[in-house]
T-cell receptor, first 115, second 117 residues
Framework: AQTVTQSQPEMSVQEAETVTLSCTYD???????LFWYKQPPSRQMILVIR??????QNATENRFSVNFQKAAKSFSLKISDSQLGDTAMYFC????????????FGKGTRLSVIA | DTEVTQTPKHLVMGMTNKKSLKCEQH?????MYWYKQKAKKPPELMFV???????INESVPSRFSPECPNSSLLNLHLHALQPEDSALYLC????????????????FGEGSWLTVV
């Protein structure tokens, strides 16, 4: 079974600084997808970024980028120029292309951006 | 447009009430999901509909009854709930599901806050 581990329950960062959230996963699959979702206090689960395992290039979305290390099974999220609106719970998630488990979530990292 | 809309946003119900949560998407997605989320926890999968057919029921108690009237709508009927069922209920959708061997990104709605008194 796949597992996703987020080892940092809480983090904080100063506004305009850069922060990196860690995620590791365990799978025997070669083809899969990885996601970062953001859940602000409003509680809507918002897709931040997606990475396909077959792609060597790290995904980026504006201020958000990932460091995907397939051999190490690591998928960290870097937030540059942190903004107050980035304050949220961040979930790392794993998805197999086929099977009965749509998404496997980590336990989440609560990020606070401080003015 | 990646929008999943849920109503109501907040619901308070007694243990003997019958109520429903509603979810709608107009993205042409063929898979729809219900998740339950307790405070400070990740979402837990409840049900998956694929092409309007119930495909996964994660051993959810029968007091929760899902319904998919058409490809755009998903309901969750609630009856005789317990206080421990109070949670955020998230609806989600994707173009395809992993059940058909071609999983795609799952998009979530804003959620419905349910309080059982």
């Amino acid at each position: 079974a796949q597992t996703v581990t987020q080892s940092q329950p809480e983090m904080s960062v100063q506004e305009a600084e850069t922060v990196t959230l860690s995620c590791t996963y365990d799978t025997s699959e070669n083809n899969y997808y990885l996601f970062w979702y953001k859940q602000p206090p409003s509680r809507q689960m918002i897709l931040v970024i997606r990475q396909e395992a077959y792609k060597q290039q790290n995904a980026t979305e504006n201020r958000f980028s990932v460091n995907f290390q397939k051999a190490a099974k690591s998928f960290s999220l870097k937030i540059s120029d942190s903004q107050l609106g980035d304050t949220a719970m961040y979930f790392c998630a794993f998805m197999r292309p086929s099977g009965n488990t749509p998404l496997v979530f980590g336990k989440g990292t609560r990020l606070s951006v401080i003015a | 447009d990646t929008e999943v809309t849920q109503t109501p946003k907040h619901l308070v119900m007694g243990m003997t009430n019958k109520k429903s949560l509603k979810c709608e998407q107009h993205m042409g997605h063929r898979a729809m999901y219900w998740y339950k989320q307790k405070a400070k926890k990740p979402p837990e999968l409840m049900f998956v509909y694929s092409y309007e057919k119930l495909s996964i029921n994660e051993s959810v108690p029968s007091r929760f009854s899902p319904e998919c009237p058409n490809s755009s709508l998903l309901n969750l009927h609630l009856h005789a709930l317990q206080p421990e069922d109070s949670a955020l209920y998230l609806c989600a959708s994707s173009y395809e599901s992993s059940l058909r061997g071609s999983a795609d990104t799952i998009y979530f709605g804003e959620g419905s806050w349910l309080t059982v008194v």
